[in-house]
């Protein structure tokens, strides 16, 4: 039986997961901070647990004895988790995790890092070829696990994947980050203020990110993987796209935020690793996705809130 | 007075930078190996002369005495250009061409470079931080020009600029090369062969080209400056683009040319010195270049060739 400990398991990607998990014939343990709400899928066995905690995550492992682990669990809250010295503790958090599932007989353990762990100046970020030099606490955080795993590797015994993560969206999203805050302001009739748009960026919905780590952990696959979509889109296209669709392209204020010199003009994944030697590619196209981006928005702030069930 | 040697003033860039030249009140010269066909603008001074022979170059830079120099001469034969042997004949005639120019007291040049000069792995072309490393004797002779000038320029006592280009479209493109091949293949009624066309690049309107050339003369910039759009367009975009134009995107055949497992996902430049140093953006829009290139072909193919004014 492969039995799974997945962490952050109702967070913007872990949510998703684990009916992909259950689908697959996992027997699923989800670790969170606070019981979840409704809509999670059956047959998945819950822990309250708080990973910080120095003593918790040996104790948890020891209960469940996984075979394999997904760690999605970190500090994210917006606006706050570029710099927060929390992610100093989530180096060592992650690391008494990952140590305690190897020491129990963990086989296969996948682990989210971050685009942030590259020099973005960079642009096009290859798993095999870019210089990793990060630009905040964060970035430097998953970096140091990354280093860790990837030079203890072998004699912590289990194979392991690192799945760096680019540019997400999809329901569920903090509201003032960017494709959420604008189809929010276009929904209430509000301008929605923007930088000029210029920037290439690499978006990715939630789901198929969720999708791809799943896909990853029932690989084989080493070492550090980005999980993207490969594809270009500037945020001016990106914005103008969901204008289009609440068809309040007037609301739109391209220009009104201004850039900071330093913000990388490009920032995309080579994605050739996780095409070819993960198998994977993206379901969701970023037009559909961003009109169920947006009817989930629909649903929150006309309809009472969400009814959906997750996928 | 400014008075300007153009060299591959007929070539598929050189062309339209004539106009430009002389609307700046430039005393334009320009230097062909065969005297022009019709369609040049008035009020330029013609010279024949090849370059690679030994005493040409400083002959013709006595004769004129330019103030400034623009050098788009090269050996660019479709299909052969990347390893031909005489790659280095052109790094010995540019430079002794630039040693005669500043031997006559010229004061400021720009020569034409290419992004086959970077480490196209990395994908994004910074002029600023992306490793220089060839894969090609094309894009290593060009390197090597860029490399004495660079070290020497203030020896030399001229000011200098290197513009890399990236991939050009336009009229009088060779018939073979990418854009050209399947606009022809679509009029004719003829299938067009593609790759997958996942790959992004950066194209740019040779009359653009040409301008951000003259611009860049014009300027007191110096050292190497990305010549492009900063915009990642999939080659399967472009084609479809086309194939919308010709009403025939039944004869794409995306998939059909098989793609090198070492082909660069991505080739797109770092456009923010052009834009903030140099203050320069593109005219024509992908849609509108693209539109301009067809009616040229359907001229060409079905009217008995141009008739158009270079502009």
Redesign the interface.
């Known amino acids: 039986v492969k039995r799974v400990l997945v962490t952050g398991a109702t967070g913007f990607v872990g949510r998703h997961s684990l009916r992909q998990l259950v689908d697959r014939s996992y027997e699923v343990h989800a670790a969170v901070r606070q019981p979840p709400a409704l809509g999670f899928p059956a047959g998945i066995t819950w822990y309250t647990a708080d990973l910080l905690e120095p003593r918790i995550a040996s104790a948890l492992i020891e209960a469940i004895r996984p075979s394999h682990l997904l760690h999605f669990a970190w500090y994210t809250e917006h606006g706050k988790f570029l710099e927060a010295p929390v992610n100093i503790d989530w180096v060592e958090a992650t690391l008494r995790l990952t140590r305690a599932f190897a020491t129990a007989g963990g086989t296969r353990a996948v682990l989210a890092g971050s685009c942030a762990e590259y020099d973005l ?4 970020c ?1 798993d095999a ?2 210089p990793l030099r990060p630009a905040s606490l964060y970035g430097t955080s998953k970096l140091a696990v990354h280093t860790v795993l990837a030079g203890a590797a072998d004699r912590l015994g289990f194979s392991h994947a690192w799945g760096r993560v680019f540019f997400l969206y999809g329901p569920h999203e903090h509201p003032a980050r960017l494709v959420s805050s604008v189809i929010r302001s276009l929904l209430l009739g509000e301008p929605a203020a923007c930088s000029h748009g ?1 920037q ?1 960026r690499d978006f990715l919905h939630t789901e198929d990110v969720a999708a791809a780590f799943v896909h990853l952990l029932n690989s084989d696959v080493q070492g550090p993987i980005n999980i993207a979509s ?3 889109v ?1 945020i001016r296209s990106l914005v103008t796209k969901l204008a289009g669709m609440v068809g309040r392209p007037d609301l739109l204020r391209l220009g009104a935020v201004p850039v900071s010199p330093d913000e990388p ?2 920032i ?1 994944a ?3 690793r996780l095409e070819k030697e993960v198998g994977w590619q993206p379901q969701w196209s970023l037009e559909s996705g961003l009109q169920a981006t947006l009817e989930w928005w629909q649903q929150e702030l006309f309809a009472g809130g969400s009814t959906e069930k997750l996928a």
């Open positions: 100046a960079h642009g096009f290859s070829l870019t210029g290439f490969g594809v270009p500037s003009p490009m995309v080579d994605v050739r």
